[in-house]
């Protein structure tokens, strides 16, 4: 009877299965493995596993797998399950309009929930200029079409990104984004009039993290002014916390320093919120702590809480420069993607995700804290609300310390809980944890964490 009950509940998923961990197989376990001999057989070698345990159920802050495993989630598959999976609210939504309809084009007729969907993007990103909204299918085409709007709207064509970006995988993002292996690695030429500048990474700012705010800007606008020339820049782009670069805080006050650089100069600048969008870090976006209003923000993974659905909002004097039929696509904006993200943006607002954001940093940071202190492994602790990281170096330095960073991530994973790492350098371990999860699973994910450092 109760064997049934499990498997019930665990073949349906969303919020109402189990809490708990369960490792009942090592991991991966056989129905895994047997699954991954089929996928090298017939999937890209070029597509990589965090942890190659195959999913059948997820919700509240577990994954279950193929062999009866429930894992404790600290990735949210990147960032992306903040309301969680299969939260009601989505699914409600997304079963309904995939019943009444699943695509008809929006520019070929439209459709309210688009409309809706861009609604809710004009309410909660900062700011309460007049706002527009373009919808698309993932975090790489958004920032795509940020470039093509800023450029179009500026009539200039250059671009500034920063060192440790990431923006994405197409040819003009893979250009933005900072690290060769293995994003960019044999797959140039890579588009042009894209310029790179220093990052404001307090860690390793040659100069201290004290002087990291002022002595960034002086580079950066420097560089600016000599290389590139203001009145050719079209935009600057910049993630509020850097994502994939290894979760870089730059320091206060730099953000609205180079915010205020663009606006001297008409420069567009575009807020990548792909990763620290929809509650993460505490506010329903990252530049609001900062109290930067950016001309341009890209948005997905929160947004729809994993359906394909991405975002550009920006000031409508310069999204509406560009010409009717500019801007487009067969699937942005999907009817069902929208509902979900109508689901996920509910589930925020009557669950104050964004404050549950702002619980999970204020219980991870002090336990980290004292690790590192306890560790002598851990360069930094860093992030805001439920987008933490811990950067792992040689002892008695800041040198990156990749192989440890690796053993411990594998280390987790063999014990049930799911971290993913990140950074330039390979050597940070990232916490995101969906944010509808439990305290209970919380503590215990971030116990396994510290064993796992102190088996090193
Ligand atoms: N901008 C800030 O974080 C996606 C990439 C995973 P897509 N980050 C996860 C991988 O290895 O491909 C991301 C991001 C920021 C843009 C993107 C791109 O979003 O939806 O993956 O295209």
Redo the contacts with the bound molecule.
């Keep these: 009877m109760n064997a049934s009950a499990t498997s019930t509940s665990a073949s349906v998923g969303g919020p109402g299965l189990p809490q708990e961990r369960r490792v009942v197989t090592e991991i991966p376990g056989p129905v895994s493995r047997e699954l991954l001999e089929r996928r090298q057989r017939t999937v890209a070698r070029g597509v ?1 596993h965090v942890l190659p345990v195959f999913v059948t159920a997820a919700g509240g802050g577990v994954l279950v797998d193929a062999d009866g495993n429930s894992l404790i989630d600290f990735g949210s598959g ?2 992306v399950v903040s309301a969680g999976n299969a939260a009601p609210r989505v699914v409600e939504r997304v079963s309904a309009q995939a019943a009444q309809f699943t695509h008809t084009c929006f520019m070929v007729t439209p459709y309210e929930e688009y409309v809706t969907v861009c609604e809710e993007l004009a309410r909660r990103t900062p700011g309460d200029h007049e706002k527009r909204s373009v919808l698309l ?7 795509e079409n940020a470039i093509k709007i800023a450029r179009h709207a500026t009539g200039r064509q250059a671009v500034v990104a920063f060192d440790h ?6 040819n003009l ?1 893979m250009a933005l ?1 900072a690290k060769n292996m ?2 960019k690695q044999g797959f140039g030429p890579f588009a042009g009039e894209i310029y790179r500048a220093p990052m404001a990474y307090p860690l390793r700012w040659p100069g201290g993290p004290q002087a990291c705010r002022e002595q960034a800007l002086d580079v950066i606008t420097g560089l600016i002014h000599t290389q590139v020339g203001e009145e050719n820049v079209a935009a600057v782009i910049i ?1 509020p916390i ?3 670069g290894g979760f870089i805080v730059p320091p206060p006050g730099f953000l609205a320093g180079l915010a205020e650089f663009c606006r001297s100069y008409g420069i567009v600048l575009i807020a ?5 969008g929809f509650c993460r870090t505490g506010d329903w976006f990252a530049c609001e702590h900062e109290g930067v209003v950016p001309d341009l923000i ?1 948005t ?2 929160g947004i729809a809480d994993g359906l ?1 659905l ?1 975002g550009v909002t920006g000031r409508a004097e310069l999204m509406d420069a560009v010409h009717v039929g500019g801007l487009g696509g067969t699937y942005g904006g999907n009817p069902v993607a929208c509902a979900a993200a109508l689901g996920a943006i509910e589930t925020m607002e009557a669950e104050d995700l964004a404050g549950r954001a702002r619980h999970i940093g204020d219980v991870m940071l002090p336990r980290l804290t004292k690790l590192a202190e306890a560790s002598g492994r851990i360069g930094e602790v860093r992030g805001r609300g439920a987008m933490i990281a811990i950067e792992i170096v040689e002892p008695g330095g800041i040198t990156p310390d990749p192989a440890t960073a690796g053993k411990v991530a594998k280390a987790c994973h063999q014990a049930g809980l799911v971290v993913l790492t990140c950074g330039t350098f390979g050597n940070v371990l990232r916490l995101l944890p969906p944010l509808v999860i439990g305290d209970a699973l919380l503590e215990e994910g971030l116990s396994i964490l510290e064993d796992a450092f102190t088996a090193l």
């Design positions: 990589s990147i960032a299918n993932s975090g790489a085409e958004a920032v970006a990431y923006h994405g995988r197409t993002t984004t293995p994003y993630e850097q994502g994939e990548d919120e792909i990763q620290t890209t997905a993974k394909p991405a």
